[in-house]
């Protein structure tokens, strides 16, 4: 039994509830950890940051004691990265990355969760080499990241020399030319681009050749005022085993982040996808998909192109509510269906310093009313009610007054990042409230 395994044995015994509840489903992400760094694995954010909260300390220590190593330890969610060794493998062939046409601003729906990013990138875009250099998109699996990354690629691509390439293929290549005695030819390529969009920076981590070559590449471009743009999965001071000058590089410019996109903005994405690429759904399908799938916006698209094949080889005319449900019933996490507009209303009360009543009733003094928005906000997230329901339960005229309830509510996400933080809060407290 491994290490990690034991601990969690442990921990069992200790409490068996809660490692059903928590600790069962946590897994080491051996292929990426090291002995002093562990990357454990949850299955989705809100285990992820209750065992941060309250167990920590404890796998920290209990570790510490089966191998007289003090550990750091980062909690990830979502699927769990190729194995990165440190001894670098050569490829013979390497895999070229290009842009892809429909990665563009347009494209791009902009919503509280990724405002700060688009519109970093949009203005990179516009000046490059000029505002910020280099820029470091960081965010979770799937959010965005790349299509952000491309959309300032195919934006300059007809003006510039774009180079758009993941950092495995950057040191692939880099590789590749030393084992061909063919270094110049590696310095051609990167050191003449104007634009240098680099993918997934965190596969860096540990290959220190790499690391060394794309030190020398960066100090080139950027002494040329040439534009460098890099997305990670986290952000460049959580890049551990990343040469510190190369980090300090990546810090020197402007750092923004992508979080999981408001339900709003799903529900635009999915629309979105689904014009691309000539489907109907049904508002209320939309909706559904929005409210029952978790926010990586890869999985949801995996989603549509099922119900829509399933609907083509069964010969359905019309793609009904039960049928979407029926497509996606393996994928769904009924993680909705236990928390009440009751249990919202607590919350929001406790965090805004007011009367429960005080949220259903008319009353129009600020504070309130932003609590009332903030309420109405999350039963949207967070509860299966309907929007009508909703707007009798606030005391509101109708589903119109919701929309735009809600449409404030999210002005102030885009504006206040502080606001937007302490939401951020408030969903984990509801998840967590929940699962205790
Ligand atoms: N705001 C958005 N508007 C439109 N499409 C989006 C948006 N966010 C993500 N997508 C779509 O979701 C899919 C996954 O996005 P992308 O590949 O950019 O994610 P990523 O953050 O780079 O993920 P990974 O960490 O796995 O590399 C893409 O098809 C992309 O077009």
Partial sequence: MNIFEKIKNQLKSENPVNYNKFLKNLILDEDNSTSSHLIIKAPNIFIATYIKRKYLPKISVLYEKETGIK????????????????????????????????????????????????????????????????????????????????????????????????????????????????????????????????????????????????????????????????????????????????????????????????????????????????????????????????????????????????????????????????????HIKDKKENITLEDIIELIAKEFNIKPSEITSKSRNRNIVQARRCAIYLAREFTQESTPKIATYFGLKDHSAVSHAIKSFNKKLKEDSNFRMKIEELKSKIQLKKSE
């Fill in 71 to 330: 550990p750091n330890i980062e909690i990830i969610t979502g699927k769990i990265k190729p194995k990165i060794t440190n001894i670098e493998p050569i490829q013979t062939t390497t895999q070229i990355s290009v842009l892809i046409p429909e990665y563009t601003f347009e494209s791009f729906i902009v919503g509280p969760s990724n405002q700060f990013a688009y519109t970093a990138a949009k203005s990179v875009a516009e000046n490059p080499g000029k505002n910020y250099n280099p820029l470091f998109i960081y965010g979770g699996v799937g959010l965005g990241k790349t299509h952000l990354l491309q959309a300032i690629g195919n934006y300059l691509k007809n003006r510039l020399n774009v180079l758009y390439v993941t950092s495995e293929q950057f040191m692939n290549e880099f590789i590749e030319n030393i084992r061909m005695k063919t270094p110049e030819r590696f310095h051609e390529k990167y050191r003449n681009c104007d634009v240098l969009l680099i993918d997934d920076v965190q596969f860096f981590a540990g290959k220190e050749q790499t690391q060394e070559e794309f030190f020398h590449t960066f100090n080139e471009l950027y002494n040329q005022k040439k534009q460098i743009c890099l997305t990670a999965d986290r952000p460049p001071k959580k890049l551990y085993d990343l040469v510190d000058r190369l980090r300090s590089r990546f810090e020197a410019g402007l750092i923004v982040d992508i979080q999981p996109p408001e339900l709003e903005t799903k529900i635009e994405i999915i629309r979105k996808k689904c014009e691309l690429n000539g489907i109907y759904l049904p508002d209320e399908i939309i909706e559904y998909i929005a409210t029952k799938l978790d926010s990586n916006i890869r999985e949801i698209e995996g989603m549509i192109t099922k119900i829509n094949a399933m609907s083509k080889i069964l010969g359905v005319n019309e793609i009904t509510l039960d049928f979407a449900k029926q497509a996606l019933k393996e």
